[in-house]
């Protein structure tokens, strides 16, 4: 069967929900110029060798591999690029009192930058803004790492000496189970699941989406390419993020229209 494309029925959906789980990937960030890693100009499409980077084994026996992704992470849009329409979007369904969780496979940071509650932004891929040291766990900010650079290309941890790396999942590296934990909580305890700008196709994350419809939630996808989970969405919005989810989030009660004090 088609999936179902209504606009109407997803803002629908969303205006009739208090408690909504958004989960966001890469897609919602591109708007604002921090590219996404599978999509036709994604990070890892334009360069597959690119991947490599994100090998916690690699990473962590090859020196000159870190020197790499320090130069990389110092580079990282994140510290210059602004949050968009759609992340503002979100921070608004929070203000109206709508939102149980945002559970974001992004690292950037922008939607706490956009204002959402820091406490309901759930980090499961981790995030850019801190480091991590592998050998006694020390977490630094990154902006009190990157000055080292320009005499040390890769930083050891001045507690005690150890590889340090931005506190990001890397490929073979596992999710912290307490975050994990509480993504899968959230999506337990939500009347909708809004699925934004992500493959879906990243496991375990994806797989929220078979709990929320396993839990009775009404799933909706909003993302430029078809998914895994179209069949099981009752509503499936292959629209640009920016402008479609402004508009959705526009019809839940409560929130604040553009323009409005």
């Known amino acids: 069967m088609p999936a179902n494309t209504s606009r109407a029925d997803a803002a629908a959906i969303l205006a009739g929900a208090d408690r909504v789980t958004v989960l966001t990937g890469a897609g919602i960030s591109t708007d604002s110029g921090i590219p996404d890693f599978r999509g036709p100009q994604g990070v890892w499409t334009t360069n597959p ?4 980077m994100f090998d916690l084994d690699t990473y962590m026996s090859d020196a000159e591999v870190r020197r790499e992704v320090w130069r990389m992470r110092r580079a990282h849009p994140a510290w210059t690029v602004e949050p968009n329409e759609a992340h503002r979007s979100l921070t608004e369904l929070d203000r109206a009192g709508r939102l149980r969780a ?5 690292v950037d940071g922008l939607h706490q930058a956009a204002g959402t509650c820091p406490e309901r932004v759930i980090e499961v ?5 801190w480091v991590v040291c592998m ?9 009190e790492v990157f000055p080292r650079l320009e005499e040390e290309p890769d930083p050891h941890c001045l ?7 931005s506190d990001t999942i890397s490929f073979g590296q596992q999710l912290d189970p307490d975050v994990l934990d509480a993504a ?34 009404s799933l909706v996808i909003v993302n430029a390419e078809p998914t895994p989970y179209d069949d099981a969405a009752e509503v499936v919005l292959n629209e640009p993020i920016g ?6 989030v526009a019809e839940v009660p409560g929130v604040r229209r553009a323009g409005e004090g």
């Open 135 to 143: 050998a006694c766990g020390l977490r630094t900010p990154a902006q």
């Open 159 to 165: 507690e005690c000496g150890g590889i340090q790396k």
């Open 125 to 129: 891929h981790g995030t850019v803004h």
């Open 102 to 106: 945002l559970v974001t496979q992004n």
């Open 184 to 217: 899968v909580e959230a999506t337990r305890d939500c009347e909708v699941f809004l699925a934004v700008g992500t493959s879906l196709a990243v496991y375990p994350v994806a797989g929220l989406c078979d709990i929320a419809v396993d839990r009775g939630a």
């Open 243 to 248: 402008r479609v989810l402004p508009a959705l």
């Open 49 to 52: 060798g690119a991947a490599a």
